[in-house]
């Protein structure tokens, strides 16, 4: 197990890193760097997606050029999938909720990081920003809702995933 989630932080790091290189794609790459999260809670159980996500986070730290694609895995792309498993518990108007409520959070602190820190222009972090951002939120969250519903129903099955781990 542990040196599956060796691999799964390394490719998490990859594709953030292509994310990088062609900067169009950083927040896709980041969301594709979550779904490495989202197999380990499938998977592997409680200990190894925190360090897979702690692991990614640390290395996307330190060896991507850009940080912007490691500074928001760590604040959301992640730990998201945690967050995620752990919000879907409760009842479904109520899950809803408290994921809006944190994207909305991570969403205000970037935008108070890039106007504060990186002095960003205040015309700049309009409304349509919040507009565009939970749209694009939502949409993440249903398209990894099928996605794993995908893999569960069709893929681990298919390919007999299940018997390689041991929970």
Known sequence: MLAVSAVLSALGVVVMLLGTVISVLDLTMVAIASIFVFFAIIE????????IYVT????AVLLLPDKFSAVLYIVFGGIYPVLKQKLEKLPNLISWILKAV?????LVATVLGAKYLFNVDEEELTLMLFAVGNAAFFLYDIAMTKLIT?????????????????K
Request: proline share 3%; aromatic share 26%.
């Open 150 to 166: 995908y893999y569960l129903l069709g893929l681990r099955k298919k390919f007999r995933i299940e018997k390689y781990f041991n």
């Open 102 to 106: 944190y994207f909305n959070l991570v």
């Open 56 to 59: 990614t986070s640390v290395l």
């Open 44 to 51: 592997m159980g409680k200990p190894y997606q925190y360090l």
